[in-house]
């Protein structure tokens, strides 16, 4: 059996694969899909052409034609190999003819590690599917290895594989790898801003997008690139962990220029989406260490927009506002004591009910530290149920 | 502003807690024919048997499922290298070599495997900086550190790694927001926050989380629905009650949750005719959208089930057995002082 000279390679097929009117950009392999005709027809087609020829058609998109591996004549040297589910059914699952076809042949090549251009090519049909078996990826890699194939012929066809299927670790792993083996982050940016284009919070992708700019040092565009995001939606949780990201590598934010124009950055996009969590975390975030009370003329800002983009956010900064300057003097205790638990209770209360059980605790909290010692304080605490004020709860009661 | 992102509840979803129709769902699971979802999770079929399992056993049922087949299955599935694989024909990873070790552990019968070598795979893991990649590949993230000291923890072996290293490196993904996520810098995701959380307490460093930051974050995760999501902005999933729930109980703050709200949303994600738990009410179920919504009913105290351990997702009679009680934070805020408390004649401390 010549089973390995009928072997067309990879280049070979994308040359042909040109001159068909279906073919697209796609190395030609990757067109292999969803095709699913009676292996009757097939092997009435296939006794007809020389092997060649029938490798050529594999590789195009015909769908009339597609062939399972058990017919196809080049590959009859290897036994596939049935899955074994290990504990299992007692009535055969029934899957597709297709997908067994496919993995029976991957289990053979990986049963006697093959390392060959059929199983690369191979590898690609498993991973179309099923791209979340780890195993076939892993495989794959070795193969590029071992048959040294081309990189950027590997980027196309990885790029190609996220765009279908952007939610899954295993395609960007992949990607990483290669780029690390081509020492080549030139494309990354744009592709990952592409993939986020169509989702702006893919999890992956901005693991990805971190890794490459770290390891590569491309911060330069990145927070123009963070700004067209929120532009786009000031509710990105995403970007505005992506602002925190860069700006803690470069600049960081100890400049008080810098924090305050972040400061002033942030309450500007509230007053475009006053109900956005993200963006109060984030002020939160960047002023937390040097204390919420200690920003010049914040809380001032904050009162004003209460006045006119209020949320529940908005009270619950205030809040922390307040604890903030009770913790660091010693002056008007009482009465900022007083406005942080009137807050807590229209939070617990009204604004954030569903939080209530929160809210008390923090104006418990208040009361206790900074509270003077003789008020009765238990029956005064905001949203407390029935006065009770035992430790946490045991669930299973 | 835009509308916030949630669902709504109709009002003929399911309100009552079917534990028999999970039970036979789970029973019957894989053995459907042209059961195509089946066939397609085989890369991750050592999970999808812990999932099936740990359910099983938290609804009083494990006696259903088949001990021998499953411990010859997963002996087959552990490779010379000591790591165990999701399945037979996939190579080993922390993730499955983690589902094999607490599904051994339920049927108190670890030594189906080689101890020894699964610390020798897990040791292997870490790298210089104190992470743990998921395999051979490389690929770094806290879940797999929390893999790692969760395997080591049921074997009794969390001595084979460098733990000072390890904590290093999960607290080096702490975020300003207080959470955690897959790598320093990564954004806050509850399903990290958890592996973090839970990577803390079987380390002993709890205390080094900011409880009242992280647990109003976690609680922030409650939309009006009642669900909980996994970061801000998106969608209520049944799982995230698990990842949010498991996470503030770990850190003493789980009563920052509206709890019938969300039992209400859990309840909701049941399919009455099949049997299971969805992502959220309507969708199509699964065993692992079962196991986190029956394994969050418990953690909100719901009597039929039994108490799950929130740091390992496992029963806790389990765990009594093994002898591991994992660290959770106390609500340590005195609500009244003390002096207040001790005068009263009736105490309101319950």
Same mark, same amino acid.
């Given at each position: 059996?010549?089973?390995?000279?009928?072997?067309?390679?990879?280049?070979?097929?994308?040359?042909?694969?040109?001159?068909?009117?279906?073919?697209?950009?796609?190395?030609?392999?990757?067109?292999?899909?969803?095709?699913?005709?009676?292996?009757?027809?097939?092997?009435?087609?296939?006794?007809?052409?020389?092997?060649?020829?029938?490798?050529?058609?594999?590789?195009?998109?015909?769908?009339?034609?597609?062939?399972?591996?058990?017919?196809?004549?080049?590959?009859?040297?290897?036994? +596939?190999?049935?899955?074994?589910?290990?504990?299992?059914?007692?009535?055969?699952?029934?899957?597709?003819?297709?997908?067994?076809?496919?993995?029976?042949?991957?289990?053979?090549?990986?049963?006697?590690?093959?390392?060959?251009?059929?199983?690369?090519?191979?590898?690609?049909?498993?991973?179309?599917?099923?791209?979340?078996?780890?195993?076939?990826?892993?495989?794959?890699?070795?193969?590029?290895?071992?048959?040294?194939?081309?990189?950027?012929?590997?980027?196309?066809?990885?790029?190609?594989?996220?765009?279908?299927?952007?939610?899954?670790?295993?395609? !960007?792993?992949?990607?990483?790898?290669?780029?690390?083996?081509?020492?080549?982050?030139?494309?990354?940016?744009?592709?990952?801003?592409?993939?986020?284009?169509?989702?702006?919070?893919?999890?992956?992708? !901005?693991?990805?997008?971190?890794?490459?700019?770290?390891?590569?040092?491309?911060?330069?565009?990145?927070?123009?690139?963070?700004?067209?995001?929120?532009?786009?939606?000031?509710?990105?949780?995403?970007?505005?962990?992506?602002?925190?990201?860069?700006?803690?590598?470069?600049?960081?934010?100890?400049?008080?220029?810098?924090?305050?124009?972040?400061?002033?950055?942030?309450?500007?996009?509230?007053?475009?989406?006053?109900?956005?969590?993200?963006?109060?975390?984030?002020?939160?975030?960047?002023?937390?260490?040097?204390?919420?009370?200690?920003? +010049?003329?914040?809380?001032?800002?904050?009162?004003?927009?209460?006045?006119?983009?209020?949320?529940?956010?908005?009270?619950?900064?205030?809040?922390?506002?307040?604890?903030?300057?009770?913790?660091?003097?010693?002056?008007?205790?009482?009465?900022?004591?007083?406005?942080?638990?009137?807050?807590?209770?229209?939070?617990?209360?009204?604004?954030?009910?569903?939080?209530?059980?929160?809210?008390?605790?923090?104006?418990?909290?208040?009361?206790?530290?900074?509270?003077?010692?003789?008020?009765?304080?238990?029956?005064?605490?905001?949203?407390?149920?029935?006065?009770?004020?035992?430790?946490?709860?045991?669930?299973?009661? | 502003?835009?509308?916030?992102?949630?669902?709504?509840?109709?009002?003929?979803?399911?309100?009552?807690?079917?534990?028999?129709?999970?039970?036979?769902?789970?029973?019957?699971?894989?053995?459907?024919?042209?059961?195509?979802?089946?066939?397609?999770?085989?890369?991750?079929?050592?999970? /999808?048997?812990?999932?099936?399992?740990?359910?099983?056993?938290?609804?009083?049922?494990?006696?259903?499922?088949?001990?021998?087949?499953?411990?010859?299955? &997963?002996?087959?599935?552990?490779?010379?290298?000591?790591?165990?694989?999701?399945?037979?024909?996939?190579?080993?990873?922390?993730?499955?070599?983690?589902?094999?070790?607490?599904?051994?552990?339920?049927?108190?019968?670890?030594?189906?495997?080689?101890?020894?070598?699964?610390?020798?795979?897990?040791?292997?893991?870490?790298?210089?900086?104190?992470?743990?990649? /998921?395999?051979?590949?490389?690929?770094?993230?806290?879940?797999?550190?929390?893999?790692?000291?969760?395997?080591?923890?049921?074997?009794?072996?969390?001595?084979?790694?460098?733990?000072?290293?390890?904590?290093?490196?999960?607290?080096?993904?702490?975020?300003?927001?207080?959470?955690?996520?897959?790598?320093?810098?990564? $954004?806050?995701?509850?399903?990290?926050?958890?592996?973090?959380?839970?990577?803390?307490?079987?380390? /002993?460093?709890?205390?080094?989380?900011?409880?009242?930051?992280?647990?109003?974050?976690?609680? $922030?995760?409650?939309?009006?629905?009642?669900?909980?999501? /996994?970061?801000?902005?998106?969608?209520?999933?049944?799982?995230?009650?698990?990842?949010?729930?498991?996470?503030?109980?770990?850190?003493?703050?789980?009563?920052?949750?509206?709890?019938?709200?969300?039992?209400?949303?859990?309840?909701?994600?049941?399919?009455?005719?099949?049997?299971?738990?969805?992502?959220?009410?309507?969708?199509?179920?699964?065993?692992?959208?079962?196991?986190?919504?029956?394994?969050?009913?418990?953690?909100?105290? $719901?009597?039929? &089930?039994?108490?799950?351990?929130?740091?390992?997702?496992?029963?806790?009679?389990?765990?009594?057995?093994?002898?591991?009680?994992?660290?959770?934070?106390?609500?340590?805020?005195?609500?009244?002082?003390?002096?207040?408390?001790?005068?009263?004649?009736?105490?309101?401390?319950?």
């Amino acid at each position: 059996m010549t089973s390995m000279s009928a072997i067309t390679q990879t280049s070979d097929l994308t040359n042909k694969a040109a001159l068909i009117p279906l073919a697209t950009e796609r190395p030609a392999y990757y067109r292999m899909s969803g095709i699913e005709e009676t292996s009757n027809v097939s092997s009435e087609f296939q006794e007809e052409r020389s092997e060649e020829e029938v490798e050529e058609e594999i590789g195009y998109e015909d769908p009339f034609r597609y062939v399972f591996y058990r017919d196809r004549k080049e590959w009859a040297d290897l036994e +596939p190999v049935p899955q074994d589910d290990g504990p299992n059914p007692v009535v055969k699952i029934a899957y597709s003819d297709k997908f067994t076809d496919v993995y029976d042949y991957f289990r053979a090549l990986l049963k006697n590690d093959e390392k060959s251009d059929r199983a690369l090519l191979l590898t690609a049909e498993a991973i179309e599917l099923n791209a979340a078996n780890y195993t076939v990826w892993h495989y794959r890699r070795v193969l590029l290895q071992a048959l040294e194939k081309d990189l950027r012929e590997e980027m196309r066809y990885i790029t190609a594989i996220i765009e279908d299927q952007p939610k899954n670790y295993q395609v !960007w792993h992949h990607r990483r790898m290669v780029v690390e083996w081509l020492n080549d982050p030139s494309e990354e940016l744009e592709f990952i801003a592409e993939i986020l284009s169509q989702d702006a919070k893919n999890y992956h992708a !901005w693991q990805h997008r971190q890794w490459v700019i770290k390891e590569y040092k491309l911060w330069d565009s990145e927070l123009e690139y963070v700004e067209q995001l929120l532009e786009e939606d000031v509710r990105n949780n995403s970007a505005w962990n992506q602002r925190h990201y860069i700006i803690s590598h470069t600049t960081g934010y100890s400049d008080p220029a810098i924090l305050n124009r972040e400061v002033q950055y942030s309450l500007k996009q509230i007053k475009k989406a006053p109900h956005n969590e993200s963006v109060w975390n984030y002020l939160k975030g960047i002023l937390q260490d040097l204390g919420l009370s200690s920003h +010049p003329g914040l809380l001032e800002q904050i009162l004003e927009l209460k006045e006119t983009h209020c949320s529940p956010y908005l009270l619950g900064f205030l809040v922390d506002i307040y604890e903030d300057f009770l913790e660091n003097t010693l002056e008007h205790h009482e009465e900022v004591l007083s406005k942080a638990l009137e807050l807590c209770e229209l939070l617990a209360r009204e604004k954030d009910t569903i939080r209530r059980e929160y809210w008390s605790y923090v104006g418990r909290s208040l009361q206790t530290k900074y509270g003077s010692s003789d008020s009765s304080t238990t029956t005064s605490a905001p949203g407390s149920d029935s006065g009770s004020v035992h430790q946490e709860t045991p669930c299973s009661s | 502003g835009t509308q916030v992102k949630d669902v709504v509840i109709k009002s003929d979803a399911p309100s009552a807690l079917l534990l028999d129709k999970h039970a036979d769902y789970i029973a019957a699971y894989g053995s459907k024919k042209d059961d195509y979802e089946y066939t397609l999770s085989e890369y991750l079929r050592m999970s /999808g048997i812990y999932w099936g399992l740990t359910v099983m056993d938290l609804m009083g049922q494990l006696t259903r499922m088949n001990q021998q087949e499953i411990s010859d299955f &997963i002996k087959s599935c552990q490779h010379d290298c000591g790591g165990v694989s999701a399945s037979i024909g996939h190579d080993p990873h922390v993730l499955y070599t983690l589902s094999a070790v607490q599904i051994l552990s339920l049927y108190d019968n670890v030594n189906v495997l080689d101890v020894d070598k699964v610390v020798e795979y897990v040791r292997g893991l870490q790298q210089e900086d104190g992470s743990f990649a /998921g395999d051979k590949w490389g690929e770094i993230d806290t879940r797999f550190s929390f893999c790692a000291v969760a395997t080591l923890a049921l074997l009794g072996r969390l001595d084979a790694i460098n733990m000072d290293k390890a904590v290093e490196f999960v607290l080096s993904c702490m975020n300003f927001d207080g959470g955690f996520g897959c790598r320093p810098g990564s $954004e806050s995701h509850a399903g990290q926050i958890y592996c973090c959380t839970g990577f803390l307490s079987i380390a /002993g460093q709890l205390h080094q989380v900011n409880a009242d930051l992280l647990g109003w974050w976690l609680c $922030e995760r409650q939309l009006p629905s009642g669900g909980l999501n /996994g970061r801000p902005e998106k969608l209520p999933d049944v799982c995230y009650s698990w990842w949010v729930l498991a996470s503030l109980k770990i850190i003493g703050r789980i009563h920052w949750i509206d709890k019938s709200k969300l039992r209400s949303f859990i309840l909701a994600c049941q399919d009455e005719e099949t049997g299971g738990f969805a992502d959220r009410p309507g969708d199509m179920v699964d065993p692992f959208h079962t196991l986190f919504g029956v394994a969050g009913l418990s953690l909100l105290g $719901e009597g039929q &089930i039994k108490d799950v351990n929130p740091v390992l997702c496992m029963p806790e009679d389990v765990l009594e057995r093994l002898g591991l009680h994992p660290d959770l934070l106390s609500y340590s805020t005195p609500l009244v002082p003390a002096a207040i408390v001790f005068n009263r004649s009736s105490s309101s401390m319950s």
